[in-house]
């Protein structure tokens, strides 16, 4: 059956839709608070008064359609009437993101105020229209709430600890497995490539051997990652988003000190090859420090010495 025109609708069926989305609304914002009370508790808050605020307005339209057409509300949904814009699931998406969810809460209550105001220009009901008032009024009032993060319940103290929240899930998520595949692509690699090198004398061997191996690792960092844990108990987010942050990254770290051996020059190659090296050891180190919380000096030293030694293994391998 083909979705209806809103301008077709009847004024009961016009109520029944209301009365469905705000029962999809309280649900939604349920599933907010339930997804975000662990790390958001704040903001969990805000979406239970939110939740329980659609349960007393569908209460209200339930009470005016009995009144006005009597005991059976018809099943009409948002998807049946053209006009509402499709929501993507994020509600079902673990773990949440807040500002998603901020952002679809203001979506949502900016639909349904319009959607009511349209309704008040069609209802002839003088009593619907009222009510659709007021409830529209309370929609634009949600909205601000949602807009302004919920002043009420975000005081400064509850920001700071959502703000943490947020950086260590950030940490978790992203900037651990895309660290494990730094070092892993930066220091790993370290010792075919050089052992290429001073092996063959010859740059593209070289860049040959450090192509497959940082392609190679980077297969392997990110399966390991993806399936090492699933996220379900440590909150670190989707495995296979994880397995891919560590995989690129993993190649990458590689890479880096393998395209320089595109030079021809033998001996300049291994030079800007080396100077990339050490770039990419400050970066693990600065990584380690920002979000690690370790002084950098001793990030330094011991990325420093990690490198070092896989290095002088590569060399040593490659002249014996």
């Given at each position: ?71 059976h509300i018809p099943l009409i949904r948002r998807e049946d009437v ?19 969810v901020r952002k679809q809460a203001e979506l949502m209550e900016l ?119 699933d996220g379900s108990l440590t909150g670190r987010g989707q495995p ?81």
């Amino acid at each position: 059956m083909a979705a209806k025109n809103f301008d077709e609708l009847t004024e009961r069926e016009m109520l029944a839709l209301a009365i469905s989305l705000e029962e999809q609304d309280q649900r939604i914002y349920a599933d907010f608070a339930d997804g975000l009370r662990e790390s958001y508790p704040a903001t969990a808050k805000l979406f239970d008064d939110m939740q329980e605020e659609e349960s007393r307005h569908r209460a209200s339209l339930i009470e005016m359609f009995r009144r006005k057409f009597g005991e059976h509300i018809p099943l009409i949904r948002r998807e049946d009437v053209k006009g509402f814009v499709a929501r993507k699931p994020v509600w079902l998406l673990r773990p949440l993101r807040i500002n998603v969810v901020r952002k679809q809460a203001e979506l949502m209550e900016l639909e349904t105020r319009r959607f009511y105001e349209r309704v008040m220009q069609r209802a002839s009901d003088a009593s619907i229209r009222k009510l659709l008032g007021d409830l529209a009024a309370t929609e634009q009032q949600h909205y601000a709430m949602a807009s302004s993060l919920g002043e009420t319940y975000l005081t400064e103290s509850a920001r700071s600890e959502e703000d943490s929240a947020g950086r260590r899930l950030f940490v978790l998520q992203v900037v651990q497995p895309g660290l494990a595949g730094l070092i892993d692509g930066s220091v790993s690699t370290l010792a075919p490539v050089f052992a290429a090198a001073f092996a063959t004398r010859h740059s593209w061997y070289a860049f040959l051997v450090g192509l497959a191996a940082s392609v190679g690792a980077g297969i392997s960092m990110g399966f390991t990652e993806a399936m090492s844990d699933d996220g379900s108990l440590t909150g670190r987010g989707q495995p296979w988003l994880r397995g891919a942050i560590c995989g690129l990254m993993t190649t990458a770290g590689g890479i880096g000190h393998t395209l320089p051996f595109l030079i021809p020059t033998f001996h300049l190659a291994l030079i800007v090859a080396t100077a990339v090296v050490l770039a990419e050891l400050g970066a693990i180190s600065y990584v380690r420090h920002r979000y690690m919380d370790t002084p950098f000096l001793q990030a330094a030293f011991l990325a420093g010495v990690g490198g070092a030694l896989v290095f002088l293994a590569g060399v040593l391998i490659g002249s014996s």
